[in-house]
């Protein structure tokens, strides 16, 4: 088929290459003209993953291209895929204004039938708001032209991306004409060829929604799980021991009960407030949701109040050598990371910070962390600790798992960690005479 993604970032790039791969045409928009540019050079704007050398595979083989134009992309297309951002509005709720741009750059421009998809995060109505806004434009043309209006969320995680797109759990379709269904179907039916049953087929608003509500469940197993630690640490228990016992029930299982310094990314901070505001659009409080931020937002600074609990309140003097600033591994991705708001609370009460992350420097450097001047960047994880006071891990990397302790001993004025994601052993910790800081269990030291 021939396909235009709207809107060229995790999601867009990705989707666009993987449709690519499949041996679909693509054209790839975005209003970035840097980003387009870097790409048509062969710069992939983000880290992912295996996305370069499939990005480079498709332009080879001209089935992929980038454009700035969405207006001279529109002819010969069956299908168009809006994917640009949905970030949270002053009151909460999924700004639309980008969406909804594209929608009327489609009404303004398209010549014949096609199949609209919103495939960014939106809220249940959004794909009425489309289709309205398309008809507006069409009306103004004066032109009558036979359109739909589908959703297709998107479930893939940034670090894995292309192996979830490529081999999806489930795919959701959410359309109210049978005819665009099929042609979904059979845009997708290479994404599993051994298990049709995984395009999940329902009316529009249910597909709107579901995309929140597994946001949601995942974001209030998170900060469940976050709350049960902190309860454990107050009484005695270890957390670590508390998840694998209840991992251990099928009914409950072990993903998503890792305690930890809460949640960040793109999309969970987003979408659980998004889905609270549309309760409450429609008079509902959403309790539950509503404990899930609130837990979160404290979780966030519970290293950085450890670190308080041991130095104390002014950290002037102080340097701390943070490993890991990515919202999660294997991600240049800082949006709403646990690492700003730790970073953020130590500079202010006067801590020095020496940092390390093997993808997320750029981005801390440059955006997120650019206006705090006590922090250095450094090329390994070994070179953060010197002259350190301690050191703090808040992103799980595989290459932080297993480090050598001797020489964190060496290096370290003292030997301390905090591990804002429970990566060691106390016990090791204690026989190696590190002192030795978690989530969800007290430290003896
Ligand atoms: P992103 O910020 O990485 O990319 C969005 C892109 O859209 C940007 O490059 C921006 O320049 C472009 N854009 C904005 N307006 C445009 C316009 N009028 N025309 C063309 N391009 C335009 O965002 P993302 O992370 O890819 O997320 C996109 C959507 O997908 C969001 O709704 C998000 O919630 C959802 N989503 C994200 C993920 C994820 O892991 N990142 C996963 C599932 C769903």
């Avoid at 250095?376 to 932080?400: C, P, R």
Wanted: hydrophobic share 40%.
């Amino acid at each position: 088929m021939n396909l235009t993604v709207v809107g060229t970032g995790y999601v867009g790039l990705v989707s666009g290459t993987c449709f690519a791969e499949m041996g679909n045409t693509v054209t790839c928009i975005d209003i970035d003209s840097k980003k387009i540019n870097n790409l048509k050079k062969g710069i992939i704007p983000i880290y992912e993953p295996g996305l370069e050398a499939m990005v480079m595979r498709n332009v080879q083989n001209k089935t992929l291209q980038f454009s700035t134009d969405l207006s001279v992309h529109l002819d010969k297309i069956d299908v168009v895929f809006i994917a640009v951002g949905t970030p949270m509005g002053d009151d909460g709720s999924a700004d639309l204004q980008y969406v909804l741009q594209v929608a009327k750059e489609i009404g303004r421009h398209m010549t014949h039938p096609m199949i609209i998809v919103d495939k960014s995060t939106v809220p249940v109505g959004t794909a009425d708001k489309v289709k309205r806004t398309i008809q507006e434009e069409l009306n103004i043309r004066k032109l009558s032209i036979d359109f739909d209006v589908v959703s297709n969320p998107e479930f893939l995680k940034e670090g894995d991306a292309i192996n979830d797109f490529m081999k999806p759990d489930r795919v959701v379709i959410g359309a109210d004409n049978e005819e665009a269904a099929k042609k979904m179907r059979t845009l997708y039916s290479p994404f599993f060829r051994s298990s049709a049953d995984r395009l999940i087929l329902m009316d529009v608003r249910s597909a709107e929604m579901t995309k929140y509500v597994a946001n949601a469940m995942l974001a209030t197993k998170i900060s469940f799980m976050n709350e049960i630690a902190n309860i454990c640490e107050l009484v005695g228990a270890d957390v670590n021991k508390v998840r694998i016992g209840i991992g251990s029930d099928s009914r409950i299982g072990y993903s998503f009960i890792y305690p930890g310094s809460g949640y960040g990314g793109s999309c969970f901070p987003k979408d659980v407030k998004a889905l609270k505001r549309t309760a409450e659009e429609h008079g509902y409080t959403a309790n539950l949701i509503s404990s899930v931020e609130t837990v979160n937002d404290k979780q966030k600074l519970i290293i950085a109040q450890k670190v308080v609990k041991r130095f104390g309140e002014d950290l002037k003097g102080k340097t701390f050598a943070i490993w890991g600033l990515a919202f999660k591994p294997e991600t240049d991705d800082m949006r709403e990371a646990p690492a700003i708001y730790t970073i953020r609370e130590l500079t202010n009460r006067g801590a020095k910070i020496q940092a390390y992350d093997p993808k997320a420097m750029d981005e801390a450097k440059d955006f997120y962390l650019k206006d705090i001047k006590s922090i250095s960047y450094h090329s390994s994880k070994y070179e953060t600790l010197q002259n350190a006071d301690a050191m703090i891990l808040l992103t799980e990397w595989k290459e932080f798992r297993s480090p050598d302790f001797e020489e964190i001993k060496v290096q370290l004025k003292q030997p301390i960690i905090f591990d804002g994601r429970n990566q060691y052993n106390d016990t090791q910790m204690d026989e190696l005479g590190i002192e030795y800081f978690q989530i969800g269990k007290q430290t003896y030291s």
